[in-house]
């Protein structure tokens, strides 16, 4: 027996939905805890399977957490264990984050090489070199990443790329480190900048948040703190594809709309109509969307999270969309589940060209990562009949009440066992 959703196709999608904290931040927050002795606490935090799965990342290293929906509490011993548990690391990309906490706070480190969504290489090079400028050793050995240290210093540091996971864990060395670190060429992502707040809120002395340099002043020691999780900006865009792709009308809250100004404008350019206040943001669409050009960038350019959802909506779209992939080269797998489900796509290196097609037909499907199992159920929204998506464990590792989501938006869903019938 397997789970799965069953989508029936041809609804339109109104209402209102609220989104939470951030995947792609409560993670890297839960491994700052690492930082100081004590309790914190974050709230607003998403019920997804990755939360447990890293309480457990955390557990293995000494830490006490109690996850309460959606309150997280981490109680950090007075010096944690520097050796991550491979079986929790194995299930989550993530965990690699408290590599740099560990270094701070222990001086050495042993993290098994993470898991995650099989989207591509994501080589951890520029984790390991970053630390070293710090003054740590630092190996790849017997599929773990060593590092040890004697004392940490700043340094200049520059990215070859603007990676967050690069940038977070040399952040999170940096901030124990004895003297000044500067980050060049860092990463700019909004969940960048709500890890850099909670760090300050627990004594961290950061210059530069939300931009390309980071300036770092080490300090002693730091202390437990209690810090909202910013709003998810990917699950917010997510209900706003779901909108212009049936031609329907959301309201979006709990999410800052100037995280997603380009998205916003691409959807405006499909011919939506959008409107946004502090917290929040409206999509409706009128008619059939035309077709939109995407380019995935670090931010703030398009998010290569939302780069299936751009597929799904160019499927459907009035005329021929290209779409350019430059994070992940491994996510284009996701158009072949597309195509089973009538889309008119091709790929070539790292573009892919999308003809848009009046309606998709029901298929089932199979999920390779979080967004792709999105963008597929997105797609069966639009589809003839019954499309059954597989593999959705992935959807639960990102998106907290999807199905009850779509659900009060007016979707025809149901998460469902069965055998899949290839």
Sequence with gaps: MGEHFRVNGGARLTGEVEVVGAKNS????????????????????????????????????????????????????AMPLAEADYRS????????????????????????????????????????????????????SHGRVVAHAADLHGAQIWLDFPSVGATENILMAAVLAEGTTIIDN??????????????????????????????VHGVSTLQPTDHRVIGDRIVGATWAFAAVMTRGEVTVRGVDPHHLDL??????????????????????????PGAVDFVTLPYPGFATDLQPMA??????ADGTSMITENVFEARFRFVDEMVRIGADARTDGH??????????????VWASD?????????????????????????????????????????????????????
């Design 26 to 77: 409560v993670l890297k927050l839960m491994a700052a805890a690492l930082l100081a002795e004590g309790t914190t606490t974050l709230t607003n935090c998403p019920e997804i399977l990755d939360v447990p799965l890293m309480a457990d990342v955390l557990r293995s290293l000494g830490c006490e957490v109690e996850v309460d929906g959606a309150c997280v509490r981490i109680t950090s011993p």
């Design 89 to 140: 690391v194995s299930r989550l990309r993530a965990s690699v984050c408290v590599l740099g906490p560990l270094v701070a706070r222990c001086r050495r480190a042993v993290v098994p090489l993470p898991g995650g969504d099989a989207i591509g290489s994501r080589p951890l090079d520029m984790h390991a070199n970053g630390l070293r400028k710090l003054g740590a050793s630092t190996e790849i």
């Design 186 to 215: 860092a990463a700019r992502e909004p969940e960048i900048v709500d890890l850099c707040r909670m760090l300050q809120q627990m004594g961290a002395k950061i210059e530069g948040s939300g931009s390309s340099t980071l300036t």
């Design 263 to 288: 998205v916003l404008d691409k959807l405006r350019s499909a011919g939506a109509h959008t409107s946004t206040w502090v917290d929040g943001f409206s999509v409706a669409m009128h008619g059939r």
């Design 311 to 316: 597929i799904a909506l160019s499927a459907v």
């Design 351 to 364: 573009h892919a060209v999308v003809r848009g097609v009046d309606r998709l037909s029901s298929a089932p």
């Design 370 to 422: 979080i967004r792709a199992g999105a963008g597929l159920v997105l797609a069966g929204l639009c589809a003839d009949g019954v499309t059954e998506v597989w593999d959705v464990e992935h959807i639960d590792r990102g998106y907290p009440r999807f199905v009850e989501n779509l659900r009060s938006l007016g979707a025809d869903i149901a998460r469902v066992d069965a055998e899949p019938s290839r």
